[in-house]
C-alpha cells in the first residue's frame, strides 16, 4: 500500500483515491457520532456530501487508474495524460469538470470494467473484476437525489420538488396544531419521546404557524450512499493492491 505515504504528485490517479477515502471516512465519523453533533437543523447535510463526493472520487481514480493500467487512450489524448476524459452520449467530455456521478458510473462499468474484464483478469488474477448488481440497482436513487453535486451541498438546489425532503424543521399543518397540545391518542400513539416543535403568534397570542423537527430524513438515500461509499472504497483498495501492485 505505497500509495498511502507517498505525495500525491506521484499517484497514478492524481490522488483522487486518497482523498475519496479521506472524504469517506470522514463521513463514517461524522455519521458514527451523529448524536454528539450540537447543532437542530440540517445534521445529514455534511455527512451525505461527504459521502457522495467520496463516490465521484473514487469513480474518477479508477477511471483513471484502468486508462493507464489497460493503456486506453482518451480520445486523440493517450493513455497516460493529464488531461483524462470519459465519454457519454458519442462526445468526450473532460474528466475534471464532469461532476455527475450517473455518467461517471455508467462510463468506469460499461466502458472500462466489463469490456475489459477478460483483460482485466489476465493482468491481475487475484482482483475481482465483476459488476456489483446490487450497487448498480441502488445507483440510480443516489443520481436522482444529487446528479451533480449540489444537493446534499446547499439549503436549495434547481430542484425545488426534491429540496424539502431534506429539510429538518418541518411545517406544521393547521389541522394538526391543535391536536399536538391536546394529548390527541392518535398523535401519542404516532409519537414517542421528545419532539421539538417552534410556534409562532400572533399579537392576539393566536397560534398562526407552527415547525416540528422531523427524525430520520432521508434514511433510505443515506444508506444508499454509505453502502455504495464503502462498495467503492473496497474496489478502489482491490486496484491499487492487484492492478498497481499497492502503487
Not at 500509495?3 to 483522487?16: I, K
Not at 397540545?181 to 409562532?200: E, Q, S, W, Y
Not at 430520520?216 to 492492478?243: E, G, P, W
Amino acid at each position: 500500500m505505497q500509495y498511502l505515504l507517498t505525495g500525491l504528485d506521484t499517484h497514478l490517479d492524481f490522488g483522487f483515491g486518497v482523498t475519496g477515502e479521506s472524504y469517506y471516512k470522514s463521513a463514517e465519523f461524522l455519521l458514527e457520532n451523529k448524536e454528539q453533533i450540537k447543532t437542530l437543523q440540517q445534521i445529514e447535510m455534511p455527512m451525505t456530501f461527504l459521502y457522495r463526493h467520496s463516490i465521484e472520487l473514487f469513480l474518477k481514480s479508477l477511471i483513471v487508474i484502468f486508462h493507464k493500467r489497460l493503456k486506453l487512450p482518451y480520445d486523440t489524448e493517450p493513455f497516460d495524460s493529464n488531461k483524462p476524459k470519459i465519454s457519454t452520449g458519442g462526445k468526450w467530455k473532460d474528466l475534471f469538470t464532469c461532476h455527475w456521478i450517473d455518467e461517471l458510473y455508467s462510463y468506469w462499468l460499461n466502458e472500462l470494467l466489463l469490456k475489459h474484464k477478460i483483460e482485466l483478469e489476465r493482468i491481475a488474477p487475484k482482483g475481482e473484476w465483476q459488476e456489483e448488481t446490487t450497487i448498480s440497482n441502488i445507483f440510480p436513487l443516489i443520481s436522482s437525489y444529487d446528479r451533480d453535486s449540489s444537493f446534499f451541498r446547499y439549503p436549495i438546489t434547481k430542484n425545488s420538488t426534491l429540496d424539502p425532503k431534506k429539510h429538518t424543521m418541518l411545517r406544521i399543518e393547521s389541522e394538526r396544531l391543535q391536536e399536538i397540545f391536546t394529548n390527541h391518542p392518535d398523535t401519542r400513539k404516532k409519537k414517542k419521546g421528545a419532539r421539538i416543535v417552534m410556534l409562532l403568534k400572533n399579537d392576539k397570542e393566536e397560534i398562526v404557524d407552527g415547525f416540528e423537527k422531523a427524525e430520520n430524513i432521508l434514511d433510505n438515500v443515506i444508506q444508499a450512499l454509505k453502502d455504495v461509499s464503502h462498495y467503492f472504497s473496497c474496489i478502489h483498495i482491490m486496484t491499487r493492491v492487484t492492478l498497481c501492485n499497492g502503487n
